[in-house]
């Protein structure tokens, strides 16, 4: 079945460590996108990649990094930038050139320790 | 600023009680209303898009329907496993890609 992988599920992490969240698509789909969601916001953009070797910064880019050198991956890490990393970290891919919604992954619960 | 607003918080509902959420929105203009459910510790999935005024869309015991400046999901006699939390976002026409927009979410409890 086609579907967006995300791993690990719960990720812990020490303050000053850089943590990569994995997010995998086999949908075919050319857009990937990570969002943050904390309790009683909405989810909030951090990064979204329309194209291989592309991306650009979203609403919320300081402390965190991606990478998009092949279609089906899009990894975030988690920098020791961020001051406030504790949140669910969701990925999402789409189809471009149309609207089109998203297919999002089950989402990485990140807790600093 | 492109901004979506939904209402209320938090619903509870007893079982066949029949409601509504709305999602209200502020954008330059619009590509696309997206409706989804989330729930707990799991990523949203999609439920339906809507692209103009008028423009009605019908799932089991749910239906959503859009104005110019707001959507309503109707909810007709519904039951626990309905309970979940359901957000809203919209495409502005103006965004380069197809950035969404997310508003806070409704969370929906049915008791049986």
């Known amino acids: 079945d086609g579907g967006i992988t995300q791993s690990p599920k719960y990720l812990f992490r020490k303050e000053g460590q850089n943590v990569t969240l994995s997010c995998e698509q086999n949908?075919?789909?050319?857009?990937m996108y990570w969002y943050r969601q904390d309790p009683g916001q909405g989810l909030r953009l951090i990064y979204y990649s329309q194209i291989v070797n592309d991306f650009q910064k979203g609403d919320i880019a300081e402390g965190y990094s991606v990478s998009r050198e092949k279609k089906e991956s899009f990894p975030l890490t988690v920098t020791s930038a961020q001051k406030n990393p504790t949140a669910f970290y969701l990925c999402a891919s789409s189809r471009t050139g149309a609207i089109y919604g998203y297919t999002f992954g089950s989402g990485t619960r990140l807790t600093v320790v | 600023e492109d901004q979506v607003t939904q209402s209320p918080e938090a619903l509870r509902l007893q079982e066949g009680e029949s409601s509504s959420l709305n999602c209200s929105y502020t954008?330059?203009?619009?590509?696309?209303l997206f409706w989804y459910r989330q729930d707990p510790g799991k990523g949203p999935e999609f439920l339906f898009t809507l692209y103009s005024a008028g423009e009605e869309k019908e799932k089991e015991r749910l239906k959503a329907t859009l104005t110019k400046k707001e959507s309503f999901l109707h909810i007709t006699a519904p039951k626990p496993e309905d309970s979940a939390t359901y957000l809203c976002a919209v495409q502005p026409t103006l965004q380069g890609a197809q950035k969404l927009v997310f508003g806070q979410g409704t969370r929906l409890t049915i008791n049986p």
């Open positions: 954008v330059s203009g619009l590509r696309g």
């Open positions: 949908l075919n789909h050319d857009a």
